[in-house]
């Protein structure tokens, strides 16, 4: 098991040095560059091609790689180009918040979409099964941007009982975290009924019903252990999602996320927050992508890790 | 006589008790002011944009600043409190400075500190973004405590009005010198009606009142800045009253407020400088022919795209300077005439038109999209046939500042801001110095013009400045590099229980009258 996660972390290494020259080749190869962008209205030729030495812009892209490589081995991340703070500030100041409303949306999402997916499952094509699965749909359909949009026209404009704006308390989070997670719990509850309704047809489910099991025990330590599988992968892969900051309902609620960060940092080419940013992103959701992985183990005692 | 003596003190007491009360009923509160993007860096010399400088200079004020209006005298005193060039050297300034000042760390303010942040600004090491903006000044000394010369390299007579160029802030010399340039704007000291508390990134923006202000104490306690980038829910947080100051209102918003005054939010339309129009690349195919581009001037109705976009709120342009620009002249309006433009269509040989690509950067200004679909409309009317190019902004920017043999731009639509309100920027840019990468990507220039700026430059008189001023708006307007649309117009909110608040022409919080604002406390 020990020597599985240093393997893998170790594989994580390799997926890490590639995002980096991915994003560092990208982001430059996209017309527009700091320096043209802050230099002001009167900048001449000689003020930009200034401001570029200043940002180590015109060392040629191999040497620029190196030194920010270089930086990054001493723990570095280097300095936002519009801030003159470091990367790693800019992404401490942000992360803590994305954190919180991706926790806040998975919760959410899992308790909702997954209560949704076993009720339906359990009594396939019932009313419930039906409504449940056209809101689910809705759920999955429906843009972040107009969701978020209604939500505070509701409860902050008309209703005035939740702020719209802001961070700084558990009330600013409702409505963010609600947004998020009932778009999330759509894909939850549709994965979690299939999941569950192909379980509950196995011989074993069968046989525990024969051997007269009460229903509940049937369906919550026979069949939902079984069906978790495929649901953890999806919760997972939602979590990351979430943790890559998601720039839409962030901005609608004026979120100080890393999905704003990165949206900004990109319109202003500030290069190295952006480098900083993807590979933030990418150590998470390598690392939810691992600890998905244990948890199969956990699930499923079928499932070993050599 | 007793009685009546008796009865006018009590009234004089009641009157003063009144008046104090009133004043006293002003005070306090926080407002709470919602911008569409974070201010990036709280240090002028590194921070862009303009709404953004504008918070700054609430803490770290300027030598002078643009009237807030538009009006004259275009040029207002802050922190100097007068100025004159010198009779005998143009080049010379002689800037008298407030006395008694002190900035927010107790630092005294005076001719050391001007020169201090003039050099700071000027010296290459401190990278600042908008350096040759001031390239112009050659030396600064000190006269005396309150008396600072500055001198430029050549004949300068805009100077008073370029040290108004929100970039140029005057600090405490103490604070950049114990903090250093790069991280002086954590706690940036200023001689502002508010101090800086904390920038939260991404967050918010806390300054407080600052008990020792020169003008006196300010009527609110505290300003708080949010940045809020979508309009929609910029404009929500304000209904919910969250916010009492929203910057950047659609149209359409702006209709609805003022449609529904019980939603109890006022529109703010300060004058207007930017000036809008499709740039024409004066040396690509048909647009070398000044004909061709006087045509596609007569063929636009402006007048249908300021009533039915901008509801009327702006004029057309007629001149390359916006009317609250000093020595601004109505100098040519071409109304909207399609048969004149076919004519001279036909007149320069494209009886037919032509096809023509028009790049813009979608989402930077006020109703972009409608503006250029409007105008694609319009074109075709007369047979030029249009292809529209949306890029995103930073992309769009890096085509725009590439030199005239690498440049690929045939027609753009861009706005030109004018913070100085001073024609030096005004008319400025419409020289070959200023091709691109400068601000001149149509790549316009006019031997007379030439000579005209640089003459300009070296009045010494209004009255001589404003006659030269007048000549060039009018060879620019003939010679048409542009399509001359309209001066974007200003829309902002405000709730209606904050009084007193003022955004100037330059899109800034003016940083004087904001001591007057008051928040109206419930009844």
């Known amino acids: 098991m020990g020597r599985y996660i240093l393997y893998r972390l170790f594989l994580t290494l390799f997926v890490l040095v590639g995002i980096t020259i991915l994003v560092f080749a990208m982001i430059r190869l996209v017309p527009g560059d700091p320096a043209e962008l802050l230099a002001d209205q009167w900048a001449t030729k000689e003020q930009i091609e200034f401001l570029r030495r200043t940002w180590g812009l015109d060392k040629p892209l191999l040497i620029q790689y190196l030194v920010f490589v270089g930086n990054l081995l001493h723990g570095n991340l280097g300095e936002s180009i519009a801030s003159n703070m470091p990367v790693a500030y800019e992404i401490a100041m942000r992360f803590p918040n994305t954190l919180k409303l991706a926790v806040a949306g998975m919760v959410i999402a899992v308790v909702i979409g997954g209560i949704a997916g076993i009720v339906s499952a359990t009594k396939p094509y019932s009313l419930f099964d039906n409504v449940a699965m056209v809101l689910a749909l809705i759920g999955v359909s429906t843009p972040a941007f107009w969701l978020g949009l209604m939500m505070i026209l509701l409860f902050s404009v008309k209703l005035n009982w939740l702020p719209c704006t802001g961070a700084d308390t558990l009330k600013h989070l409702v409505l963010p975290g609600l947004t998020l997670g009932l778009l999330a719990a759509g894909i939850i509850a549709r994965q979690t009924r299939s999941s569950m309704l192909e379980t509950l047809q196995q011989d074993y489910i069968t046989t525990a019903r024969a051997k007269g099991l009460r229903e509940a025990a049937v369906i919550y330590r026979h069949a939902l252990k079984n ?26 609620f004026s979120w100080p996320g890393m999905g704003r960060l990165m949206v900004d940092s990109i319109f202003t080419r500030d290069y190295p927050v952006i480098q900083g940013a993807v590979l933030v992103f990418a150590t998470a959701f390598s690392l939810i992508n691992l600890g998905v992985d244990l948890l199969y183990g956990f699930i499923d005692p079928r499932i070993k890790y050599e | 006589m007793r009685k009546l003596q008796g009865l006018l003190v009590g009234l004089l007491f009641l009157f003063l008790m009144v008046v104090a009360w009133g004043e006293e009923a002003k005070y306090g509160g926080t407002l709470v002011v919602a911008l569409g993007t974070d201010i990036p860096i709280f240090d002028c010399v590194y921070c862009h944009g303009i709404p953004n400088l504008g918070i700054i200079h609430l803490v770290t004020q300027g030598l002078t600043r643009v009237n807030p209006t538009g009006g004259e005298p275009k040029v207002l005193p802050v922190l100097a409190t007068s100025w004159e060039q010198s009779p005998e050297d143009p080049r010379v300034w002689i800037f008298h400075l407030r006395e008694g000042v002190k900035f927010h760390d107790g630092t005294p303010f005076n001719a050391e500190a001007v020169k201090f942040n003039i050099e700071r600004m000027l010296d290459p090491e401190t990278g600042a973004l908008a350096r040759s903006a001031f390239a112009m000044i050659k030396s600064v000394e000190v006269v005396d405590e309150y008396t600072v010369k500055i001198i430029t390299k050549e004949p300068f007579a805009a100077l008073p009005a370029q040290l108004a160029y929100s970039p140029m802030c005057i600090n405490s010399p103490t604070q950049v010198q114990k903090l250093g340039n790069r991280d002086y704007h954590k706690a940036p000291m200023g001689t502002g009606p508010f101090k800086f508390v904390h920038h939260i990134r991404g967050q918010e923006i806390l300054l407080e009142a600052n008990e020792g202000y020169w003008g006196g104490r300010p009527n609110l306690d505290a300003i708080i800045v949010k940045p809020i980038p979508e309009a929609a829910s910029r404009l929500m947080a304000l209904e919910a009253g969250e916010v009492q100051v929203a910057y950047h209102v ?154 005239l043999e690498e440049n690929k731009l045939q027609m753009f639509f861009i706005g030109w801001g004018l913070p100085t309100l001073d024609p030096e920027l005004g008319v400025g840019p419409f020289s070959k110095a200023a091709w691109a990468p400068g601000l001149n990507c149509m790549f316009y220039s006019n031997p007379e013009v030439e000579e005209l700026i640089k003459a300009q430059r070296a009045a010494t008189t209004l009255e001589e400045r404003c006659e030269i001023v007048k000549r060039i708006q009018e060879l620019i307007m003939e010679d048409a590099p542009f399509i001359a649309l309209y001066y974007e117009p200003q829309i902002h909110a405000k709730r209606r229980e904050v009084k007193d608040f003022v955004i100037s022409v330059t899109e800034r919080i003016d940083e004087v009258l904001i001591r007057d604002t008051w928040i109206e406390k419930e009844k």
């Open chain 1, 227 to 252: 069906a978790l599988i495929p649901v953890v992968t999806v919760v997972g892969l939602q979590f990351g999602r979430l943790l890559g900051g998601t720039v839409l309902v962030e901005t609608v």
């Open chain 2, 250 to 403: 659609p149209p359409r918003d702006a209709k609805r407020y003022i449609e529904n005054p019980e939603l109890g939010i006022d529109i703010l339309t300060p004058p207007q400088q930017r000036r809008m129009f499709i740039g024409l690349n004066v040396q690509w195919g048909p647009f070398k022919d000044p004909r061709v581009r006087q045509a596609l001037n007569y063929a636009v109705d402006k007048e249908a795209i300021i009533e039915n976009i901008f509801l009327g709120l702006t004029k057309p342009m007629d001149s390359p300077m916006p009317p609250t620009a000093l020595c601004y002249t109505p100098a040519k309006y071409y109304e909207y005439n399609p048969e004149k433009a076919k004519a001279l269509l036909a007149e320069a040989g494209y009886p037919n038109g032509f096809e023509v690509t028009l790049h813009y950067g979608p989402g930077r200004y006020l109703m972009d999209t409608e503006v250029v679909e409007a105008v694609q409309y319009y074109l075709e009317q007369v047979g030029v046939k249009v292809k529209v190019v949306p890029l995103e902004w930073a992309a769009y920017g890096a085509m725009m500042r590439k030199p």
